[in-house]
Structures are given as structure tokens and as C-alpha cells.
């Protein structure tokens, strides 16, 4: 193989790892993203339930802002806002209802009794008051004050149950960012050691190594040492392989000079041998 396309094969096991980890990134980034999904979906929820809880809250505020009034005219302006108060609850509990969200339609399963009862009480409550029978509203309201209490304790449940939530999903993404941010450590000085060995390697094995061994031959032949061996590489057709081709060649052509130098010397001491036996004849 020749030193291109190692060199190559080594910039694609580059590549690869970039893409392993490049692929990792972008699933990590769905998974987090998918977390965060479900922190936000976890934060609506509570929010939601707090929010209804503060309205009851203040729907029984103003039923006792009616139970205490001095007059119809006071009973009146409580009764409006205590209807206004109780119209806001619906909208939450019809949007409950209606959710794409299955976990929204559980928790208005869940209360919706309780919560229908409170309604229609606290309906008849503001009639009764922007009717001046205040101490009818009054005796109505009170009646109904365990309902309402059982009704704030099943929303402070929920509210329990969706804070749990949110702490444990924000955990679980907290705890998964700390896991990918060691793992994508980990592969880059991987990574990073991987690649630095594998260069060193191709370097030096198939690169320095063979270019030294070419260097120490042709010193060798250039300082006639004939008998200096060169591989034999003919079926491989890389650049090095070349090399030792043309350093055979000039071997080659070194032998022969050699021989014709050789054989030009013999024949020169033959002649002189000649020369010297006719004057001494």
C-alpha cells in the first residue's frame, strides 16, 4: 500500500472518530433536550396546581368577606368577585379536561367532584348574598366547610406530588449533563491519545523507518559496498516500493560498471605483462 493512501486510512479513522463522537453529541442533545422537556412540562404542572390552589384560596376569602358584610351593598361587591373568582377556577379545571396532556385529565379526574361540589356551592353562596340573605349565604358557606377543606388538601397533595416531580427530573437531567460531560472528556483524551499513537505509528513505520532504511542503502552503495542487500518489493506499488526498484536498478548498473571496470584492468595488466616480456626478449 502505498504512503498515500495510509496517510489516508489514518484521516479516516480520524473522521470516523469525529463522527462517533460528533453522533453522540447529537444524541446527548436529544436526550437533554427531552429532559428539559419534561422539567418545563413537570414546572407547568406545579405551577398549575398552586395557581388553582391560590384561587381557592381566594374564592373562600371572599365568601367570608360576604359572611362578614354589614350590609346587602357589601355582600353584593363580594359576591361579584367571589363569582369572577369561581368563573377563573372552571377555565383551569375545563383546561384540565381538555389537555393533550395526560397527566392534566388525571389530576382533573382526581379532584373533580370535590371540586364541582365547591363550585355549586359557592355558586348558591353569591346568589344568596346579591339577594341580601347574608346569614342564609353565611349558613350555606359554613355547612360546606369540609368540602372545601378536603378539597385543599387533595390540591396540596398534587402540589406535593408535581414539586416531587419537578426536584426528581431536575435531578435526573442535572445527574445526566454531569454523566455526558465526563463521558465527552473521556472520548476526547481517548480520542486525542488514539490519535497521537496512531500518527506516531504511521510515522514511523511506514514512513521514517522505510525512508531510513532507503537512506542507509545508498550510502552503502555509494560507498561500494556492493554486496549491500535490496528488497525485493515488485509486486507492491507504493512510492517506497519505487524507491527500491530504482535503487536495484543502480545496483545494478554499479555491478556491471564494476565488472567493466574490472575486466578494463585485467586486460590492462595483461598488456603491460606483454609489454614487459617483449623488451626482456
Not at 20 to 46: E, P, Q, W
Request: proline share 1%.
Amino acid at each position: 500500500m502505498s504512503i498515500r493512501l495510509r496517510l489516508m486510512a489514518l484521516i479516516a479513522s480520524f473522521a470516523v472518530m469525529s463522527l462517533l463522537i460528533t453522533g453522540l453529541a447529537l444524541m446527548s442533545l436529544d436526550r437533554y433536550k427531552a429532559m428539559m422537556g419534561a422539567y418545563g412540562a413537570a414546572y407547568d404542572h406545579a405551577y398549575d396546581i398552586e395557581r388553582i390552589n391560590h384561587m381557592i384560596s381566594n374564592v373562600v376569602m371572599e365568601s367570608r368577606g360576604i359572611y362578614l358584610s354589614e350590609d346587602a351593598a357589601e355582600a353584593k361587591i363580594f359576591a361579584g368577585n367571589l363569582s369572577r373568582g369561581l368563573d377563573e377556577v372552571e377555565r383551569v379545571l375545563q383546561s384540565w379536561k381538555q389537555s393533550n396532556d395526560a397527566e392534566e385529565r388525571a389530576r382533573y379526574t382526581a379532584i373533580e367532584p370535590t371540586a364541582r361540589t365547591f363550585i355549586a356551592v359557592r355558586r348558591q353562596v353569591a346568589a344568596l348574598a346579591n339577594e341580601g340573605a347574608i346569614d342564609k349565604a353565611t349558613a350555606l358557606g359554613t355547612s360546606s366547610r369540609e368540602d372545601r377543606i378536603q378539597l385543599q388538601k387533595s390540591l396540596d397533595k398534587l402540589v406535593i406530588e408535581a414539586r416531587k416531580d419537578l426536584t426528581n427530573t431536575q435531578a435526573e437531567a442535572a445527574t445526566f449533563s454531569a454523566q455526558r460531560s465526563q463521558t465527552f472528556l473521556l472520548m476526547a483524551l481517548f480520542s486525542i491519545a488514539g490519535i497521537l499513537c496512531l500518527s506516531a505509528l504511521a510515522i514511523l513505520h511506514f514512513i521514517t523507518r522505510p525512508l531510513r532504511h532507503v537512506a542507509g542503502t545508498i550510502i552503502s552503495l555509494s560507498e561500494g559496498k556492493l554486496d549491500t542487500p535490496v528488497p525485493d518489493d515488485t509486486d507492491d506499488k507504493g512510492e517506497v516500493a519505487e524507491l527500491w526498484r530504482a535503487i536495484a536498478r543502480l545496483k545494478a548498473h554499479a555491478i556491471e560498471a564494476e565488472k567493466i571496470v574490472a575486466a578494463q584492468r585485467e586486460t590492462e595488466r595483461l598488456q603491460a605483462l606483454e609489454a614487459r616480456q617483449l623488451i626482456l626478449d
